[in-house]
């Protein structure tokens, strides 16, 4: 409900006061009495003098005093807890701070009105300093936690006396302007506190967080001795023990909370949204920190000033909110609003994950904080409102113990959800055994370091980070019945335009509502891409077998983030999540239209990918996919449809002398070179042929002999140096002069041909074709065992026999790439981004490309 202000003012009492009726303070001294009028409290003029402004000054800086408090350890714990081996007790770093901070609050509500708000201030201070050294000295884990409850006994007196003593010197309209002072500068002690705590542990010993404000405590205290100084009760502790022997018979007719407090609905409303408020607060606050230094691998001192977006907005939310007040006098529209956008920025949080640009965890955390700040000053007005003057620091000692209460809870149960859900799935997504060993068991936030991450090999980094990441459990997050990391429901691809053009075709526009493909076999594994290479097929399949909505795209590289839950264990085992890996998939696919590598995610069959060596780069890598696959499938697959079908291979290399000789015609494309190098390792005698620029480079990929694909002489002088016996031909290029090229160069007695592109005879000049010459044309797409629903001779049967086949293959290249035996194709990386691909297909169509691929990364990896 909307409450209206009443005009009451604090006022009239004193700073110190003894009671409702006697009292002696500062307060005479610095603002006029209240006055009444038609039985409504009005404030007279509000004056402020030099001892008015400095007890604020000496507030703010015992405010910052104890806000720093809060968030000093949130970054510096990964070390506390790493020297004192707190494992999983690491939350009563925190509880026992918030527990003791919110027992004892009533009681200093009630210590304040008996014994004067100056000794109690000072005693507080005193204690909340002793803690701090305790801290700091601490050699156990056992005494560092008592060190903190002692830290929390006296930030929570702290931030409750200085509220009480707020609002003696201000009355109520007037209040939540210095409020939002004072709550300006204690979110800026928690705002600063990560920073601090980080870049003091990152550079010396963590114990200087709890030394350093030793000093500010000392200055906090001489303030207030000096210009806090006002008469105590006379009962002193004389009432003292009347009150706890009263309290304690049960006839207490003045309780610690009395249930007057509660009465009115807008103090109960108020007290539930500041449990909330303040749950939420320490939820993200003490749990952005795990984000910025496990998953996204900031040091300490950057994980901590990457909390100042927050810092930045809480503040001038707080302001606006005081100022609102303050004019309208209304709290439920400032609360609707503060929450509204607080559960907007929690919500956009919770998608935080390891790809995710500073600018949007910095734009989240605004949004957050911003609401935040809008209730936070708010809260404590709007409880005071309805209650009795005399009852306005039972009522402020009420709110703080609720507020604190809240601060136990906000990192209580989200430290519960953490450990039980790193303890759960541990064992499933991280492989390394002393990793697993030390995450687990509640070792998960002691770990939640850069450092810890990295001294890992670069895979078990990437599981590490995508455990830390997945823990946050997005409602947006599709879980699927797989071993997998979180995965969205739709993503960004690029695929066929959904109409088709007059022309019969359709174009590559990139779209971001495209559903994530499903893992439907055994053997099917989930893989957000980081890299795509480029090829001409990925323009002419869409030109010639137009298949609108299909995504586009052949060769990727990417990270494993999920398997088929039927999966065997040596897939498990062979690609844990996290593993990158790289291979070709089917794009413009008309039988499935909904997996290409133009994708964030795609779909691939586990045993028809590599891992990409550790040495390799992920750019790199992504040449692999088309190359090798083609060379296995033109150069080595056996049976029906297949290419020259050697009787060599890299497990079963040719008698020399003399060797068995292949022409390889467009040697300086990625299957050329690829098939160089397999040719070599196979004991192949390798005869090239390529533009003259480009002669180095296929000499330096096995090459024996090379020549000018534009000489009319090549054909003779590659009878010449095979004595006129070539047998075997590979025809990357397949036009015209290509096709006339190899056929020329091959004995008179004949051979076997392999083209890579379907080539039309009948168009031809009919002479160029011999008799003698087995032209074939297979298609590298057969190794998935599928349909080739295509057309016009590109069309193929299922066959199970060349998958087979494939996957025999692919362990043949695996251990040659992890030998170090194969070496990737020239590559030119592109700038990051899906229009990037768009702009390089445009630069294939020109033929321009020579003697390397194009490479667009998406996802940059850690390696």
Known sequence: ???????????????????????????????????????????????????????????????????????????????????????????????????????????????????????????????????????????????????????????????????????????????????????????????????????????????????????????????????????????????????????????????????????????????????????????????????????????????????????????????????????????????????????????????????RSTGEWAVFQIICALGIGIIIDTLLPAFQAPVAEKDQALATSTWGFVRAFGCIWGVAIPAVIFKNFIDGRVGDMVSNAKARELLGAGGAYQSA????????????????????????????????????????????????????????????????????????????????????????????????????????????????????????????????????????IHGSNPGDPSNGAFATYIRASASLVLRVPESWKPSDAATLGSGLTTAFVVLFAQGPGAGLSLPISPDNPGATPPPLDVLVYGASTSVGTMALQLLKLSGAGVIAVCSPHNFGLVKGYGADFVFDYADPETPSRIRQVTNGELEYGLDVIADTESVGTCQAAISRYGGILTVLEKYDWAQEQSSLRRKTVDVRFPLALEIFGKELKLSNGYERPSSEERRKEARKWFEVYQRLLDEGKLRPHPVKVLESGWQSILDGLGVLKSGSVSGYKIVVPLVELSR
């Not at 000093?72 to 009563?92: G, M, R």
């Not at 830390?468 to 879980?479: E, F, I, K, N, Y």
């Not at 795509?532 to 990417?558: H, M």
Request: aromatic share 10%.
């Open 449 to 584: 370091s850069a450092a810890f991450v990295l001294q890992f090999e670069p895979l078990d980094q990437e599981e590490i980070r995508a455990l830390t990441s997945a823990s946050r459990q997005d409602p947006g997050v599709l879980q699927l019945p797989t071993s997998q990391m979180p995965v969205p429901t739709s993503q960004t691809a690029i695929i066929q335009s959904p109409s088709v053009t007059g022309h019969g075709t359709t174009q590559a526009v990139i779209s971001h509502t495209v559903p994530i493909p499903t893992l439907d076999s055994p053997d099917d594994i989930l893989i957000k891409v980081s890299h795509v290479a480029l090829n001409p097929c990925d323009y002419k399949i869409p030109s010639a077998f137009p298949t609108p909505g299909a995504i586009i795209g052949n060769d990727f590289v990417g990270t494993v983030v999920a398997i088929h839950h039927s999966s065997q264990s040596a897939v498990r085992k062979r690609f844990p999540l996290g593993t990158t890996v790289c291979g070709l």
């Open 1 to 355: 409900m909307a409450v209206q202000v009443p005009d009451h003012t604090a006022a009239k009492r004193a700073a110190d006061e003894t009671s409702d009726k006697s009292s002696s303070s500062i307060v005479g001294q610095i603002a006029a009495p209240a006055t009444r009028e038609d039985g409504v409290e009005k404030a007279a003029d509000f004056e402020r003098g030099f001892r008015f402004w400095t007890i604020i000054i000496g507030l703010g800086i015992t405010t910052l005093l104890a806000s720093l408090e809060h968030t000093v350890v949130t970054t510096a714990a990964p070390y506390i807890l790493q020297e004192l081996d707190l494992k999983e007790n690491f939350v009563w770093i925190t509880n026992a701070f918030f527990i003791c901070s919110t027992a004892l609050t009533p009681l200093f509500g009630q210590l304040c009105d008996i014994f004067g708000r100056r000794w109690v201030f000072l005693t507080i201070i005193a204690i909340f300093t002793l803690g701090r050294g305790i801290c700091g000295g601490a050699s156990t884990g056992n005494m560092l936690i008592a060190g903190r409850a002692i830290q929390g006994a006296g930030s929570g007196g702290i931030v409750l006396t200085v509220n009480i003593i707020v609002s003696d010197l201000c009355p109520l309209r007037k209040r939540g302007q210095y409020m939002a002072v004072i709550l300006a500068v204690f979110g800026l002690g928690v705002a600063i506190g990560p920073f601090i705590g980080g870049a003091i542990a990152e550079r010396t010993t963590w114990r200087w967080v709890f030394y350093i404000n030793l000093p500010i405590g000392g200055l906090s205290m001489i303030i207030m001795f000096f210009f806090l100084r006002v008469k105590r009760a006379i009962l002193g502790f004389f009432a003292l023990g009347l009150f706890v022997a009263f309290e304690a018979s049960g006839w207490a007719s003045e309780p610690v909370m009395p249930t007057r407090l509660f009465k009115h609905r807008t103090s109960i409303v108020v007290l539930c949204n500041t449990f909330l408020n303040t749950t939420i607060y320490f939820w993200y606050l003490y749990f952005l920190p795990v984000y910025f230094q496990a998953v996204a691998l900031y040091i300490p001192s950057r994980a901590g000033y990457s909390l100042l977006p927050q810092a930045l907005a809480g503040a001038p939310g707080a302001m606006l909110a005081a100022i609102a007040l303050s004019r309208w006098g209304k709290f439920k529209p400032i609360h609707f609003v503060g929450f509204g956008l607080t559960a907007l920025g929690m919500g956009l949080l919770s998608l935080l994950d390891q790809d």
